[in-house]
């Protein structure tokens, strides 16, 4: 029973020691970026560059009770940062002693300080730990899980590209952005994240005013907006660049870019509804728990879309 569990603080030396081992990994070329405002070089937080098809930033912070990871680049790679990320926290706990038991969950849709515990026993089902109930998640919340996706659940290649075929232009301006590609995207504009949310009628006068905050601020100025679920459209970023030309000029090039590229026309069908979906600014969360001693949680925001791991101690 859940109740019966008790969340304890992340482990001293752990955080640190996964980023070690990140850095030590084969996989790919994990490096620690140059200084500069988005980018974090602190005891409690830091940002990596991840090295897949190109270049993509991790970010990692360490909260009391859990570490918070976002990453910044395609979806599609969401798998395989997992595997990076368990595998360095498996040699960490592996060197400190601690004990493997995980299970997964999502930052609740309805409720933030609710998480949404994946039933391990049934595919894509979760358990919120307050709401008490299974909340309706999107299949926006199991892109970290893709790569054990069932054989009869999705459609296969060729029947994606056929369906993305017959989607207009018109139609990509009107589906929902996820979170990691607008953090992507936005990422070198991060400095700007008071005029994008002003931009984008989103409350940003408590958010803090340093510079190596503003990465961090840019994420909470487009989860407040997907939450707020109002004209979350790729219609509306072009909107907000087109209504700062000097600020975000290259910017909107950008995004016409990627919405011309094989990358937006390959998302998956569902997520290119002109109905918002109405699990908000969650999209792509996701958390790791362990059944008793202590479990990592993934938060791809939605996303994630960037990611986020939740380190928590259960007893």
């Known amino acids: ?11 001293t030396g752990l955080f640190p020691l996964t980023i070690v081992h990140l850095l030590n990994q084969k996989e790919c070329v994990t490096e620690i970026p140059p200084s500069a405002p988005e980018f974090y070089k602190f005891r409690d937080a830091m940002s990596l560059k991840v090295t897949i098809t190109s270049k993509h930033t991790l970010h990692l912070i360490n909260h009391y009770t859990h570490v918070e990871v976002y990453f910044t680049g395609p979806t599609q790679h969401c798998p395989l940062v997992r595997k990076l990320l368990t595998t360095a926290i498996d040699n960490s706990t592996d060197a400190m002693h601690l004990k493997h038991n995980y299970i997964n969950a999502f930052a609740c849709p309805n409720n933030e300080s609710c998480y949404c515990i994946v039933n391990e026993d049934h595919h894509k089902v979760a358990d919120c730990t307050v709401c008490g109930e299974s909340p309706a998640l999107s299949n926006d919340y199991w892109t970290w899980f893709n790569d054990a996706q069932g054989p ?8 994606i590209k056929q369906d993305n075929d017959q989607l207009s232009d018109e139609n990509i301006l009107d589906m929902k952005p996820q979170l990691n590609d607008l953090v992507r995207l936005f990422d070198s504009y991060a400095a700007q994240f008071k005029l994008i949310g002003i931009a984008l009628s989103v409350r940003v006068d408590d958010l803090l005013p340093y510079a190596e905050a503003t990465t961090n601020n840019l994420i909470q100025v487009f989860q407040r907006w997907i939450r707020r679920d109002i004209d979350v459209t790729w219609r509306t970023i072009l ?3 087109q209504g700062y030309p000097d600020h975000f000029g290259k910017a909107e090039a950008e995004v016409k870019q990627f919405l011309s590229s094989s990358t937006a026309h390959s998302l998956p069908v569902e997520s290119k509804s002109i109905i918002p979906s109405s699990t908000g600014a969650h999209d792509h969360y996701f958390k790791f728990f362990p059944s008793k001693s202590y479990a990592f949680v993934f938060i791809a925001s939605l996303i994630l879309v960037f990611v986020a791991i939740l380190i928590f101690y259960l007893c």
């Open 1 to 11: 029973m859940l109740q019966s569990k008790q969340i304890l603080p992340v482990p």
């Open 152 to 159: 009869d659940e999705g459609k296969s290649g060729t029947q």
């Open 239 to 241: 909107k907000v660049c």
